[in-house]
């Protein structure tokens, strides 16, 4: 089911469009806003594969939620769905994969919905791809000094920056290196490494306990027992990958 957030200042506009977006029966709608605010407040912790976003918003434009969430790590795709055909253009200029005219026509958001799926159906293809080279490649070759140094992907509990360098953390050692942590990020996206604030990335499979901190943070008891912090940055994406 694609999981859909339906942002607009009109109640009875929001009904109608939940309304045949549940006709589809591929869409589940995760939650409903008003108001810039509200939708960041609620994207936070509701899931959204696709945002359903009206331009005028009272006094406010849609047009400035979409740059926000463009800014976003893993950011939802956007629709707009509005009165309004003059900003069409600069509706595509921020990526939105449509734009859905009011009054809604049935067979047009029947359209919409099938153009999504058709492209999470192949972003899903990538990361099965993925997931098998993963499979393939468990190792990475790290430089500790002058030497270099092969380690399992799947040994790694987390990587982090101390005092200007990169500490490699596996379940057996621990290698001091000078590539910096962005380097690590990018060559083990298709693993199960993932960034949780911007001085650690972790292995998701090392992680023992999850323990709430101040400000709606969290720290991550890792199997050597150590305390990785979370910002509020990645707490979301942590959120929905752990479900929790």
Do not use: C
């Amino acid at each position: 089911m694609i999981k859909a957030f339906l942002v607009d200042d009109e109640p009875l506009a929001r009904d109608e469009l939940a309304y045949l977006l549940k006709r589809t029966k591929q869409v589940e709608i995760t939650g409903e806003a008003e108001s810039i605010e509200s939708a960041l407040e609620q994207l936070l912790f509701v899931e959204a594969d696709v945002i359903f976003l009206d331009i005028q918003l009272a006094d406010e434009s849609g047009l400035d939620l979409a740059n926000k969430i463009l800014q976003l790590k893993h950011r939802p795709e956007i629709v707009f769905a509005t009165a309004y055909d003059e900003y069409a253009l600069k509706a595509f200029e921020l990526q939105a994969i449509d734009y859905l005219l009011k009054p809604f026509d049935e067979s047009r958001v029947q359209l919409t919905i099938n153009k999504l799926s058709h492209l999470f159906s192949s972003r899903g293809a990538v990361i099965a791809h993925k997931g098998q080279r993963k499979e393939e490649n468990d190792r990475i070759a790290i430089t500790v000094e002058e030497r270099i140094v092969i380690i399992k992907v799947s040994e790694i509990l987390y990587i982090g920056t101390v005092e200007g360098k990169t500490v490699v953390v596996t379940d057996k050692n621990k290698y001091q290196v000078s590539e910096p942590l962005v380097n690590f990020e990018r060559r083990l996206s298709s693993h199960d490494i993932i960034r949780v604030h911007r001085a650690y990335l972790i292995n998701v499979n090392a992680i023992v306990e999850i323990e709430p901190w101040f400000h709606s943070t969290y720290n991550l008891i890792m199997q050597d027992g150590e305390k990785v912090p979370v910002s509020r940055t990645y707490t979301k994406d942590l959120k929905q990958l752990l479900d929790f």
